[in-house]
């Protein structure tokens, strides 16, 4: 800005605002009847009366790579913290995307359709279930004559196998002749919680998980020379692992520089897991959501480890894992260690809150516990935000609890700024702008339907954009209103106060509102709940007197979007306006600024990255 000259911007909003009550955010019949209960509130934190179950699981699991078979068996302590009796307990077995005859929106592979998960024996606290109680729909499955009394615990014994996909990768498969990612492999009650009992929404493919948080114990066998990467901590690495191999993992986990804990020439000289026929892998996680692991005899293992509390001085370690032959993995550790740096630090300024994360190298772009199955990439811009995207997945859903299946935004609209700021802060001279050209393009199309919309009926190009940038781009401009500070503690105080909980969206809507100390019911309306295609003009530029110009922007939705100027002067010289969504909240859509400046005004454009426009035929004004 020239200090040299004034700038007096002065907001006259025109058009008749909105009816108060529209921004009165809609509550279901179930939310009500969870406030009534007094499990909810209104005002964003639980009731008095909340509760969620939870359970402990134990695996024992034996994987043989050349036929891709998994036996196993899960041990599951529930309990019933609900004060419900439960007279039928849902399961999912999600490893029966694969199964003959299921209902599935993704495609697989012939070669790749089987038997699913196959159950050799179920056992309800000593007693077997017979098979005509046992009914299977798909990826779920119902306990007939299994009641958990309130307040109460049942315990499961699952015998079960389970034949990895060797293509069709959604998710989990096989990666190549010596490298599988399995995740989604055993049998897990489904959630049932205060809003809509059990879970019973079916695994297709696309929508994505809503589990509860439990703890795990995994013991995880597999043939000499693989070596094994899972959610949780290794329990046995000194048993595992030859002693070079343990003693750089341990280094890792207190060095700030970059380790090489297995590289090729250990590969080549067979010198990294002890000299067993086989060798079993012992993991512990607690407080988490779900349990994957990934295992090969071939990849290389970069490792290191950073301060992610400063209080407490905490660290998380950081693992690379990785073929080789892909050299655009080489700086993945780098980019890893830096988000892990980033979230803990710029955004969302969180304590990173696990004790490791591990980026492998497979056939996809999916976060797990502690874990991300990551494609190689063309570019190394592609390499960052995959990095970014897939890491802050920690946060949410995996902190946080959520719901992916129903409302996919609440995780993947924050997975979406995060890589967003991220990938910024990776490399400064990068700008990511994922998903804004699509949503400026479908915006007020068919499928454009408001974000609410449940993730379940979403169709076409809304499936991407309501989940995705959309939201993204509701946390931004809330940001650019808040200012970065109080969107920061509205953030925190969401984080903190459901945390480890399962959050509806009306949860988020009022601990945010809570956390910021205003009413934003205006702004989570009209983004979250409305429909409305994404149009700002500029109406006229007008000379008047005393050296004072006119500038008109109209929005042409009801939709709250930040006004980006860029006044360009006949001098060469230019000038940048910018104000945020706030210029809206009473509900005009006209806004003009007076611009007091002695130099002539050749154009005003209007326009950002971060502002997707459906028509920007109208976003330049030249002034004769």
Known sequence: MNFNKTLILVYFVFGIAECFAQDILRIDSSFSKAVRKGTRTLNGIPGNKYWQNTADYKLKVKFEPKTRLLIGTAEIDYRNNSPD???EIWFKLYANIYK??????SKIEKKDLGDGLTLKKIVVDKHAIENHDVIIDGTNMKLQNAEVLPHSSAHFRIDYEYTLNEGSHLRTGKIDNGAYFIAYFFPRVAVYDDIDGWNKYPYTGEEEFYNDFCNFEAAIEVPDGYALWATGDLKNGKKIYQKPINDRVEYAGISDTIVNVIDEQDIKSNAVTKRKSFNTFKFEAKQVTDFAFALSNHYVWKSVSLVVDSLTGRRTRVDAVYNPIHEDYNEVIDFAAKTVEGMSFHFPAWPFPYSHMTVFDGLDQMEYPMMANDNPTKTREDAITLTNHEIFHTMFPFYMGTNETKYGWMDEGWATIGEWKLSNYVDSSYVDDYGI???????????????????????GGGAFTNSYPKPALGYLYLEGYLGKELFRNALHHYIKTWQGKHPQPLDFFRAMNAGSGENLDWFWNRWFYEEGMLDLAIQRVVKQEND????TVKNKSNKPLPIYLTVYYSDGSTEKINRSIGIWKDGGRTVSLFLNTQKKIKSVALGNTYVPDKNNQDNVFYVN
Request: net charge positive; charged share 30%; glycine share 6%.
């Open 85 to 87: 009796t439960l007279r």
């Open 437 to 459: 050209q699509a949503t400026a393009k479908s915006s007020g199309d068919r499928n454009d339907t408001p974000i609410m919309t449940l993730t379940t009926d979403l169709k």
């Open 100 to 105: 003959k005859g299921v209902n599935r929106k």
């Open 548 to 551: 004072e110009y006119l500038i």
